[in-house]
């Protein structure tokens, strides 16, 4: 699964410095008019940059939302019926489940607008518009400010920008840095935060093929769940109330802003057919050098998996041993085996296809160009050396910081729910003013009480005891959290005899000890609590971090600006993208099949057929429902159909994609919505650091599988009259 954030001339770092395809890049929408139209035309597009982006009419950027700070989200109805991913509101859907209502394994369909259910957690954001403040940010840097003073004065500059834009709305306000530092550019949105569950298949449907499928063609997997966004009666966001009203173009219009919904195509698709995906994919790092790359193969991606596996084995047992436990941690289990997956399949991807001497190639060229001149040589001569000292000196501790990352901050839930905690109960003790005192209070126990629902003492207990035993075992004593320490000193070094009196006596381990010690609180105690002393030295250390690598973070950071600057100069005469860093983007290309090794050949879509053909009853990732079932046998597909009367669940195409794109919306060149995005293929899991175009695929459920679900499977033929279904 997808899951995990420019002037003339834009640019990005590529594994090799060919022209840029259309298949490759993650392009800002308000530069479409000057770097795509004509190119995007060319490939199929049928309509007009202003149609794709604009600021002073409706445009189809109205109907794409970020969904939930991490996923996108598209615009289906008049009525702000909302489309994302099942695994991009996986969580929402497991806080409303329980072993009676279990809908993550039956589904959930609200057959009027009465049972849609309100998720407090979740938000929409809508993008107003974005704008260049390059100049601005950059107005007081010049070359001899160091690092620090050059960070401070962008952060000033920011600072009053942000303030300017924001003073006359409730806009979101961001700016946001391209190019490690070379430009900005400010983005305004506008947030609503009453997001209501409508459907969700079962996760047999919605994770079809689960772990083993994930990241794979072919691929059988309808993941897909809606949502519908509502406002107050005005059309002003607000808060989940119930005389709150779905979205509307006309309150959209009420309050002067822009509303679009897609419309839903019954077309299909065919190789080679233009598409656009429009999202917001959340990091790549194109730009990365070789001692990165280096650095992610032999240090931080083994460590992640190796830390992974065992944290899934914990879970495993435990969910496996009671349906409530398997219902709790869902979620978090899902999370956890996406990335561990990943990082897997990217460095047998880097290294399969030579990613690390494919970088030392464009170095090489790029030391070339740096000492062309004297003043080449005076800018960027030396670049290249500040990353390579950064990362010689980073290598020292990147396996400590990705143990006190992977275990320290995301091992456990007490660590992390103790820290936040802490810092409530702290605010809450030292505000004298009663009202604010209450409302802190309120905070406080609703955040307690979605942390205990949602947790296991036995599970926690024993991944704390093995992850932190594993720890201690197998990182530098220099850089162990100092509560190690104290586990010498007081447990002989063992972390099984810590976690066992811990989650036996702390009040941050037991919702019980929790709230009796929230009746009557004490800071002498909270002190000697071994929760608190295992998290406060935990993030005491995570923070420690960037102070302990000050100096190589600044050369680091540094280096890689002025690398970027002196690609983009070495050569001019090219059109260039950047990084992915959560800001909206469009890709475009088309759909079509690909060799991913010798005599293998993949086509570009997939069948119901072939979800019958890999069902395997009684198994967690491949077992079916039998409705489902019974609708094959009767080849019951409806309108849904394509020509030769099978039903098309997954296609592929060679979009731009990564994390944050879930959800995204795959477009036709009529803008028309014909499937959504929901991952990428194993073969170019290495995608992130290096695009590779004759691999690299979108996996997208097609909509007709989507409504298929939806009317036949669901009969929520009411959804379904909702939508504009077009040809």
Same mark, same amino acid.
């Given at each position: 699964m997808l899951k995990?954030?420019?002037?003339?001339?834009?640019?990005?770092?590529?594994?090799?410095?060919?022209?840029?395809?259309?298949?490759?890049?993650?392009?800002?929408?308000?530069?479409?008019?000057?770097?795509?139209?004509?190119?995007?035309?060319?490939?199929?597009?049928?309509?007009?940059?202003?149609?794709?982006?604009?600021?002073?009419?409706s445009s189809l950027k109205d109907a794409i939302v970020v969904f939930g700070g991490y996923c996108t989200g598209e615009v289906i109805s008049s009525e702000g019926l909302l489309l994302t991913n099942h695994h991009c509101a996986y969580t929402s859907i497991q806080s409303h489940s329980s072993v009676e209502n279990d809908y993550l394994t039956d589904g959930f369909w609200a057959m009027n607008r009465s049972d849609e259910l309100p998720n407090p957690e979740l938000y929409v954001d809508f993008l107003i518009r974005m704008e260049d403040v390059t100049d601005r940010v950059l107005k007081e840097v010049s070359e001899d400010l160091s690092e620090a003073d050059r960070n401070k004065a962008i952060q000033e500059a920011i600072k009053t920008?942000?303030?300017?834009?924001?003073?006359?709305?409730?806009?979101?306000?961001?700016?946001?840095?391209?190019?490690?530092?070379?430009?900005?550019?400010?983005?305004?949105y506008e947030r609503f935060n009453d997001i209501r569950l409508v459907g969700a298949p079962p996760s047999s449907l919605g994770k079809y093929g689960g772990d083993t499928d994930n990241w794979m063609w072919p691929r059988h997997t309808g993941d897909f769940t809606m949502l519908r966004i509502y406002s107050a009666p005005d059309g002003t966001p607000a808060a989940?109330?119930?005389?709150?009203?779905?979205?509307?173009?006309?309150?959209?219009?009420?309050?002067?802003?822009?509303?679009?919904?897609?419309?839903?195509?019954?077309?299909?698709?065919?190789?080679?057919?233009f598409t656009m995906v429009w999202g917001y994919p959340g990091s790549t790092d194109r730009y990365l050098t070789s001692w990165g790359v280096r650095q992610l193969l032999d240090i931080k991606a083994p460590t992640i998996v190796d830390i992974r596996d065992l944290?899934?084995?914990?879970?495993?047992?435990?969910?496996?041993?009671?349906?409530?436990?398997?219902?709790?941690? $869902?979620?978090?289990? +899902?999370?956890? #085996? %996406?990335?561990? !997956? =990943?990082?897997?399949?990217?460095?047998?991807?880097?290294?399969?296809?030579?990613?690390?001497?494919?970088?030392?190639?464009?170095?090489?060229?790029?030391? $070339?160009?740096?000492? +062309?001149?004297? #003043? %080449?040589?005076? !800018? =960027?001569?030396?670049?290249?050396e500040l990353v390579e000292e950064a990362y010689n000196e980073t290598n020292e501790t990147e396996k400590g910081a990705t143990f006190l990352a992977e275990v320290g901050i995301r091992g456990t839930d007490a660590v992390l729910f103790t820290y936040r905690a802490h810092r409530m109960i702290t605010k809450w003790m030292d505000t004298e003013d009663a009202e604010e005192k209450s409302l802190v209070l309120e905070e406080l126990k609703s955040f307690a009480e979605d942390h205990f629902k949602n947790y296991n003492a036995a599970l926690d207990e024993e991944q704390f005891a093995r992850l932190y035993g594993k720890y201690q075992a197998e990182v530098n004593p220099a850089q162990h959290p100092s509560f190690f320490a104290f586990v010498d000193k007081k447990f002989k070094g063992s972390f099984e005899k810590y976690a066992a009196k811990m989650y036996a006596k702390s009040y941050f381990t037991d919702a019980?000890?929790?709230?009796?010690?929230?009746?009557?609180?004490?800071?002498?105690?909270?002190?000697?609590?071994?929760?608190?002393?295992?998290?406060?030295?935990?993030?005491?250390?995570?923070?420690?971090?960037?102070?302990?690598?000050?100096?190589?973070?600044?050369?680091?950071?540094?280096g890689n600006r002025l690398f970027i600057e002196g690609l983009r100069k070495m050569n001019p005469e090219k059109t260039y993208y950047p990084n992915a860093n959560f800001s909206m983007r469009t890709t475009y290309g088309t759909v079509g099949d690909y060799v991913p090794a010798d005599a293998v050949h993949y086509d570009f879509e997939t069948t119901l057929d072939?979800?019958?053909?890999?069902?395997?009853?009684?198994?967690?990732?491949?077992?079916?429902?039998?409705?489902?079932?019974?609708?094959?046998?009767?080849?019951?597909?409806?309108?849904?159909?394509?020509?030769?009367?099978?039903?098309?669940?997954?296609?592929?195409?060679?979009?731009?994609?990564?994390?944050?794109?879930?959800?995204?919306?795959?477009?036709?060149?009529?803008?028309?919505?014909?499937?959504?995005?929901?991952?990428?293929?194993w073969e170019a899991m290495s995608g992130d650091i290096a695009f590779e175009p004759e691999l690299q695929r979108t996996i997208s459920c097609d909509i007709r599988y989507v409504l298929f679900i939806v009317d036949k499977y669901a009969g929520a033929t009411h959804l379904i009259e909702e939508m504009d279904l077009v040809y």
């Open positions: 995990r954030i420019l002037v003339v001339a834009l640019a990005i770092f590529m594994v090799s410095p060919t022209v840029v395809k259309a298949d490759e890049g993650m392009w800002l929408p308000m530069f479409i008019k000057r770097l795509n139209e004509v190119d995007m035309q060319a490939a199929g597009l049928q309509l007009t940059a202003e149609e794709l982006y604009s600021i002073n009419q920008i942000k303030e300017e834009a924001g003073e006359e709305n409730d806009y979101i306000v961001q700016v946001k840095s391209f190019y490690e530092g070379n430009e900005f550019y400010l983005f305004l989940y109330a119930e005389e709150n009203v779905p979205l509307t173009k006309e309150l959209r219009e009420k309050n002067n802003a822009f509303y679009h919904h897609l419309p839903i195509s019954l077309e299909g698709v065919s190789n080679n057919d944290k899934l084995e914990i879970m495993n047992k435990h969910m496996n041993a009671d349906p409530k436990v398997r219902i709790q941690y $869902a979620s978090k289990h +899902a999370r956890t #085996a %996406n990335y561990w !997956k =990943y990082f897997i399949g990217q460095s047998k991807g880097l290294k399969r296809l030579g990613v690390y001497e494919k970088k030392q190639d464009i170095e090489q060229d790029f030391q $070339a160009f740096a000492n +062309a001149s004297k #003043a %080449n040589q005076s !800018k =960027y001569g030396a670049a290249l019980e000890r929790f709230n009796a010690f929230m009746a009557a609180p004490n800071a002498k105690k909270l002190a000697k609590d071994l929760a608190y002393v295992a998290s406060s030295s935990v993030f005491q250390s995570y923070f420690g971090l960037s102070s302990l690598n000050a100096e190589a973070n600044e050369n680091m950071n540094k072939g979800v019958m053909e890999k069902f395997v009853p009684g198994d967690h990732e491949f077992d079916i429902p039998q409705k489902l079932i019974d609708l094959h046998e009767t080849k019951d597909y409806g309108p849904y159909a394509d020509e030769n009367g099978d039903l098309i669940v997954n296609f592929i195409h060679n979009t731009d994609i990564t994390g944050g794109n879930s959800g995204s919306p795959v477009i036709n060149a009529k803008g028309h919505l014909i499937g959504t995005a929901f991952d990428g293929n």
